[in-house]
């Protein structure tokens, strides 16, 4: 499970593993028609950002993420994720096994 520290009332520190992007993708799997847009979107965007370095955040599609989290982290103004590079390729790998079933529920292509 996610561990979440609070800094301060404007700071978190979110600590994830390979077993939180697991839930994520179980989540996903779960509700396709629901997570399509993160599903296509964490698919085709993470490439861009060398996998690792990709923000949930960037094109909106943090519903997976926030669902594993159990918590808002927009609610602070700034977070840090650290995270193991197994989180974003297995995340990866889920995504991409998804991709072709959530094209048939959101079949626009994420804008650059």
């Known amino acids: 499970m996610a561990e979440i520290t609070i800094v301060d009332k404007q700071t978190i520190k979110i600590g994830v593993s390979l077993k939180d992007a697991i839930k994520m ?15 296509i979107t964490i698919y085709e965007k993470m490439p861009v950002f060398e996998y ?3 923000c949930f955040y960037a094109y909106d599609s ?7 989290l159990d918590i808002d982290p927009k609610q602070y103004n700034s977070f840090s994720l650290d995270a ?3 989180f974003f390729y ?4 889920g995504m991409a096994a998804l991709y072709e079933q ?9 804008e650059e």
């Open 90 to 93: 297995a995340l990866y790998g």
């Open 102 to 110: 959530a094209k048939q529920f959101h079949p626009v292509a994420i």
């Open 25 to 39: 993708v179980t989540e996903a799997s779960r509700d396709i028609p629901l997570y399509a847009f993160d599903i």
């Open 62 to 68: 943090a519903t997976l993420f926030e669902y594993m």
């Open 84 to 86: 193991p590079d197994s």
């Open 52 to 54: 690792t370095y990709f």
